[in-house]
């Protein structure tokens, strides 16, 4: 099977702009989980889709949202972006997620690097 | 809500030893715990994992065990090779939330020649 693949690998913004970064997941994962990794703070989660649901939700402000399509893909964004928001942004995909952690193991995608300036 | 603590932060072995690194977390309701391998550039990979009706795992030169009451786990890499030099992230996660992994800070193992 083909591994997660994430679209930009690379984004340049400045302050103030939105940003839209999108997720495929492992073919007949529904579960998506989105991380944001910096040198400072480590790998920290954002928020997982289930069945184009957010089920699980981290510590961020707002500003941070997300989606999922009914074939599973997902897209994070960024709006009125800050240059304390320059990360690597992860996404993860698992077959089952949430409730049950018999089938949680998560599968990271190479990741979108934001750079705001 | 769920801390883990990472430790050491960077760890220097010479080639043919073997490294440990340590986890705590706090949340009892915690159950499974998964290590990753990250290198330079490179995506997450998961080398083991355990959960909590297990007190240890082995996968070759790789080993994880689990301590539920000190709310401790650790990873144990033996015999080890240049291609071992990464950073290594603890987590943990539980039934209900399995997908919000909480991760250690991470610890940079470096394998010298």
């Known amino acids: 099977k083909a591994g997660v693949t994430q679209t930009p690998r690379y984004l340049i913004k400045t302050r103030g702009q939105q940003v839209t970064l999108s997720c495929s997941p492992i073919?007949?994962?529904?579960?998506v989980s989105w991380y944001q990794q910096t040198p400072g703070q480590g790998l920290q989660f954002l928020f997982e889709?289930?069945?184009?649901?957010?089920?699980n939700k981290g510590n961020f402000p707002g500003r941070f949202s997300g989606r999922q399509f009914s074939n599973s893909r997902s897209e994070m964004n960024v709006s009125t972006l800050e240059l304390g928001d320059s990360a690597l942004y992860l996404c993860?995909?698992?077959?089952?997620?949430?409730?049950?952690?018999?089938?949680?193991?998560?599968?990271f995608g190479p990741g979108t690097r934001l750079l705001v300036l | 809500g769920e801390n883990v603590e990472q430790h050491p932060s960077t760890l220097s072995v010479q080639e043919g030893d073997s490294a440990v690194i340590k986890c705590t977390y706090s949340?009892?309701?915690?159950?499974?715990f998964p290590w990753y391998k990250q290198e330079l550039g490179k995506r997450p990979q998961l080398i083991i994992d355990?959960?909590?009706?297990?007190g240890e795992k082995k996968d070759q030169r790789i080993a994880v065990t689990l301590n539920k009451t000190a709310k401790h786990f650790s990873l144990h890499i033996t015999e080890t090779q240049p291609e071992d030099s990464a950073v290594y992230f603890c987590?943990?996660?539980?039934?209900?939330?399995?997908?919000?992994?909480?991760f250690g800070t991470g610890t940079r193992l470096q394998v010298m020649l």
């Open positions: 949340d009892s309701a915690s159950n499974y």
């Open positions: 355990i959960r909590s009706n297990v």
């Open positions: 987590a943990a996660s539980k039934t209900g939330t399995a997908s919000k992994l909480t």
């Open positions: 993860a995909s698992s077959s089952l997620g949430g409730q049950t952690t018999q089938k949680e193991t998560q599968y």
């Open positions: 889709y289930f069945s184009e649901t957010q089920r």
């Open positions: 073919s007949g994962h529904r579960s």
